[in-house]
Each structure stands twice: as C-alpha cells, then as structure tokens.
C-alpha cells in the first residue's frame, strides 16, 4: 500500500512534521475496509494522528484528524463524544473560517449539535 510507503519514508527521512496527515489518511483508507478490524484500527490511527498533531502544534491536522474521527463516532452512534472532540479543537482557532478545512468542522459540528437534541 502507498500509504505505508509513504509513513515509512517520512519516518525514515526523520520527515515527522507530515506524520499526523499520513496517520489520519491511512485511517481513512482503513475504514474503506468494511469489516470491524478495519474500523478499529482506522479509530487508532486517527488517535495517534490527532495526539501526535497536538503534540507538535499543528492546529490544522489537528482539525482534520478530528473531523475524521468525529465522523467515524457519528456513524457509531457517539454523537457527544464526537460533538466534544470536534468542538473543543474548532474553538481553538481564532482565524482561517473561509478554509474547507474549518467549513467542513463547523458543518459537521452543526449537525453533531442538531443530533445531540433530537429525541
């Protein structure tokens, strides 16, 4: 697989500042797999992804990798832990809304809110 390639260069080549997107794409990659093993390991490289991005100060993956995993939660039925996760992130910043990033987080965060309330 591409991706393990490519997380193996990176760490190789002590290319670390890369390592939360390759985590979080792997994931996403991973949940393409449709059965349960393929889940969990996607919702543990979305961890490592979101922990090592916060780690290194890196608010943009860490917004990405939130964004991924809250949807994962979401379909699993674990609305408010995805509400919280995605939403303390997305309070962090104080600047680029206008991204798709950032437009993406407040839509999903918008619809995880909605869910939360409904009965």
């Not at 922990?51 to 674990?78: D, I, M, N, V, Y």
């Not at 996760?85 to 839509?107: N, P, Q, S």
Request: charged residues 25%.
């Amino acid at each position: 697989m591409a991706i393990n390639e490519a997380l193996a260069q990176s760490k190789r080549n002590d290319e670390l500042w890369c390592m939360p997107e390759l985590l979080r794409v792997k994931a996403e990659l991973l949940l393409l797999e449709a059965d349960s093993n393929g889940v969990s390991a996607a919702e543990n490289h979305f961890q490592k992804s979101f922990a090592l991005a916060r780690q290194q100060g890196a608010l943009s993956w860490e917004l990405r990798t939130a964004t991924s995993l809250a949807r994962l939660q979401k379909k699993q039925r674990r609305e408010e832990q995805a509400q919280k996760l995605l939403a303390a992130t997305y309070a962090r910043f104080t600047e680029g809304f206008g991204t798709a990033d950032v437009r993406a987080a407040k839509l999903l965060l918008g619809e995880l809110n909605q869910e939360r309330f409904l009965p």
